[in-house]
């Protein structure tokens, strides 16, 4: 019955943690979106009353300038400035969000972004055999911070303190990991092929 809950809470959790980065996604977009209307009210009202597959001209003027920001965004976040504000940002303020470092590793692999830190993929000993990890940091010369994920939802897992001995280094990408754990280990055959 307590493993039982243990499962139900895990899984319920990671939900969370799944969801929770969408639900701010949506209200930001949603705010912006708020504001953007606002300001071309003003701009349309002169405009004739016209609808484009069924979205009135404000509203696709809105949808368009969220675009457009979206996209300067995006050009501008790709200057040396703006990665520096990034880092100084992630380094004094996001990194004390639990999960954060993981969260955006994860999200970045999700929509297909290559990332510089990719995280290590391992195999680490459990009580029902080798699981897949992701390597942390090392805390020493024989000590290892890993995270062990869950499957089917890799958001949730546990940390554990590793010795390197019981480390399995393994040749493949956290994405090719973290479709394997979502998969419920389908397509392992072939990723771990030779690899045992």
């Not at 701010?24 to 979106?33: A, E, P």
């Not at 090392?138 to 897992?157: H, L």
Request: a positive charge; aromatic letters at 8%.
């Amino acid at each position: 019955m307590k493993r039982i809950f243990k499962i139900i809470k895990a899984t319920f959790l990671g939900g969370i943690l799944f969801l929770a980065p969408l639900v701010v996604l949506l209200v930001i977009i949603q705010k912006g979106y708020g504001i953007i209307q606002k300001v071309t009210l003003p701009l349309v009202n002169n405009l004739p009353r016209v609808h484009v597959l069924g979205i009135a001209l404000q509203e696709l003027i809105g949808i368009v300038i969220i675009i457009l920001i979206c996209f300067i965004a995006g050009l501008l976040a790709r200057t040396a400035k703006a990665k520096n504000l990034i880092q100084k940002l992630e380094n004094g303020i996001l990194s004390f969000v639990p999960g954060y470092s993981f969260m955006k590793s994860m999200n970045e692999n999700i929509m297909g972004i290559e990332s510089k830190e990719d995280l290590k993929v391992i195999l680490v000993p459990t009580d029902a055999g080798l699981q897949f990890a992701f390597l942390i940091e090392q805390i020493d010369d024989n000590n290892f911070t890993v995270f062990v994920p869950d499957a089917p939802n890799p958001w949730s897992g546990s940390v554990v303190f590793v010795e390197k001995k019981d480390i399995k280094e393994i040749e493949m990408t956290q994405k090719q990991a973290l479709a394997c754990i979502r998969k419920l280990g389908f397509g392992s055959k072939e990723l771990l092929k030779n690899k045992l």
